[in-house]
């Protein structure tokens, strides 16, 4: 288990273990995502994304048809700072 401190600006240090298991790097994008239980789950911003939406089930699947996963990636590692969702 990791413990990870939300500064004033919103920002939260990701733990070293986790960088290293999620292979990131200065400047790599986070997905987050909600399980139906309300469970989030926080993937690399990559194609291996595809694989997260798979093992969601349903919710995956929906999310996909509505809005490809690879297009979103696209959008946010496109997107300024200013258009980004908070």
Do not use: C, W, Y
């Not at 400047?27 to 926080?42: A, R, Y």
């Not at 969601?56 to 999310?63: D, R, V, W």
């Amino acid at each position: 288990m990791f413990l990870s401190k939300v500064s004033a600006n919103g920002q939260v240090t990701v733990p070293a273990a986790i960088r290293r298991a999620l292979r990131l790097g200065p400047g790599d994008k986070l997905l987050f995502f909600q399980n139906p239980d309300g469970e989030f789950v926080i993937a690399k911003a990559a194609a291996s994304a595809m694989t997260l939406a798979a093992h969601m089930g349903e919710q995956g699947a929906a999310l996909a048809e509505k809005s490809p996963i690879q297009q979103l990636i696209e959008d946010i590692r496109n997107s300024k700072p200013s258009e980004r969702l908070m």
